[in-house]
């Protein structure tokens, strides 16, 4: 696994922020907000697409139980389609920093954008999620509770096959979408609807 860096920097306490589902057709968007104590090390600990289902359900508990503090917040589809997915994933990480027990002095935020948050400065980095490590755990606890939630709507919509894409554009929920027109879990802004397809309200 990745040698991931513990801090960008050591004076003030730092909040690793990430978000999960940006790109994908259906569901909401969700963010994490991660607080690491200072000498947290897991051998496991990476980008959670890096990583198996499996280990990043182990680590999600061990994440929650050694976290200084921890938040998950989501986005709706509603709130995606009117102000777009970018700021729906900046809401999505106010959100989970709002929910924080402990207020950080830096946020460190995955990719190369952010809506600055309060009075706390922020610093981005591309593949921070690969590089520090409380980016790396608030990435696998926004991927393992959107997850959960969309096994949770794959029951209620199964003819798209949430349980294993995720509401990502796979060719098998593109075919789902063509044949069964969208649902109402379906972002209508990303403009997937085929041009004959059905529309389900």
Same mark, same amino acid.
């Given at each position: ?42 051998? @496991? #600990?990476? !980008?959670?697409?890096?990583? $198996? %289902? ?8 061990? &994440?929650?139980?050694? *976290? ?38 830096? @946020? #460190?935020? !995955?990719?190369?954008?952010? $809506? %600055? ?8 980095? &591309?593949?921070?999620? *690969? ?71």
């Amino acid at each position: 696994m990745a040698k991931l860096k513990a801090w960008y920097q050591d004076q003030l306490i730092e909040a690793g922020c990430d978000e999960a589902g940006r790109g994908c057709y259906a569901g909401p968007v969700y963010a994490a907000a991660v607080i690491l104590p200072r000498k947290f090390k897991h051998p @496991l #600990l990476n !980008d959670s697409k890096q990583l $198996k %289902a499996s280990q990043r359900d182990e680590l999600r508990w061990v &994440i929650e139980e050694k *976290a200084v503090a921890w938040a998950v917040a989501s986005v709706s589809v509603e709130e995606i389609d009117r102000i777009n997915i970018l700021q729906a994933s900046f809401l999505a990480m106010h959100r989970a920093l709002d929910q924080l027990s402990v207020k950080a002095g830096l @946020l #460190l935020i !995955d990719g190369n954008r952010f $809506k %600055a948050y309060k009075d706390i400065p922020h610093q981005c980095i &591309i593949k921070g999620d *690969a590089t520090y490590a409380s980016i790396a755990a608030a990435s696998i606890l926004a991927k393992t509770y959107r997850d959960a939630w969309m096994d949770q709507l794959h029951d209620s919509f199964p003819q798209y096959d949430w349980i294993n894409n995720k509401g990502y554009g796979t060719p098998s929920h593109r075919r789902a979408i063509e044949e069964f027109g969208l649902c109402e879990h379906h972002r209508r802004s990303f403009d997937i609807v085929p041009k004959q397809g059905k529309l389900f309200l």
